[in-house]
């Protein structure tokens, strides 16, 4: 993970992966005006990019662990095992 800020649309499952004012900054979908007020916003203060971006990074790591991803898929396998 890059530890770099998210300035995105707040469409699809992009909300999951970045969350508003925490990991990165979310703009209405389709708003050009919106999008590029957050770039310059990310842009023009180093300090909230560092800070959106070291929060990404750890929420990323936290969240999509290999380890812990392996974990759940095996916790959910043997659930569907033990369930028929």
Known sequence: VA????????DG???E???LE??????PSGDDQA???GL??????PELARTLGESGRNRAEARYDIGRMVDDYHRDYLELLSAN
Do not use: K, Q, Y
């Open 3 to 10: 530890g770099r800020p998210g300035v995105a649309s707040n």
């Open 13 to 15: 499952g992009v909300p």
């Open 17 to 19: 992966l970045v969350e």
């Open 22 to 27: 925490g990991t990165g900054l979310l703009c």
């Open 35 to 37: 999008l590029a007020d």
């Open 40 to 45: 310059f916003r990310v842009l023009s203060s």
